[in-house]
């Protein structure tokens, strides 16, 4: 099983960008979709973006598109989530995740397998 661990989480203005990254461990990251997720306080958690195993097919849920990039490396085990323009409702605890598919169309929870402990993002108004 992959060992997922979330970094670049913090503190920013409206308005702001944040780069997240996931290092991932295991020889099985290149095979799987990866998808980025995210859980505000008293809210369940929810679908941000996910990206094939190639990196040529990527998804995001509506409130996101235009503003944040999911990308990934895999010589270097690491999915990325570019954020710009962000806006306070972003606030939220963000995880990566590892799909259980090659194609980043499947979105939801039961469809990863393996996730990181989160790392948190506050934007501020």
């Known amino acids: 099983q992959v060992q997922l661990v979330e970094s670049g989480g913090g503190l920013v203005q409206a308005g702001g960008s944040l780069r997240l990254s996931c290092a991932a461990s295991?020889?099985?990251?290149?095979?799987?979709?990866m998808g980025w997720f995210r859980q505000a306080p008293g809210k369940e958690r929810e679908f941000v973006a996910t990206?094939?195993?190639?990196?040529?097919?990527?998804y995001y849920t509506d409130s996101v598109k235009g503003r944040f990039t999911i990308s990934r490396d895999n010589a270097k085990n690491t999915v990325y989530l570019q954020m710009n323009s962000l806006k306070p409702e972003d606030t939220a605890n963000y995880y990566c995740a590892q799909s259980y598919y090659s194609t980043a169309y499947y979105n939801r929870r039961s469809n990863f397998g393996s996730w990181g402990q989160g790392t948190q993002v506050t934007v501020s108004s």
């Open positions: 295991g020889r099985t990251f290149s095979t799987y979709a």
């Open positions: 990206i094939s195993w190639s990196g040529d097919s990527t």
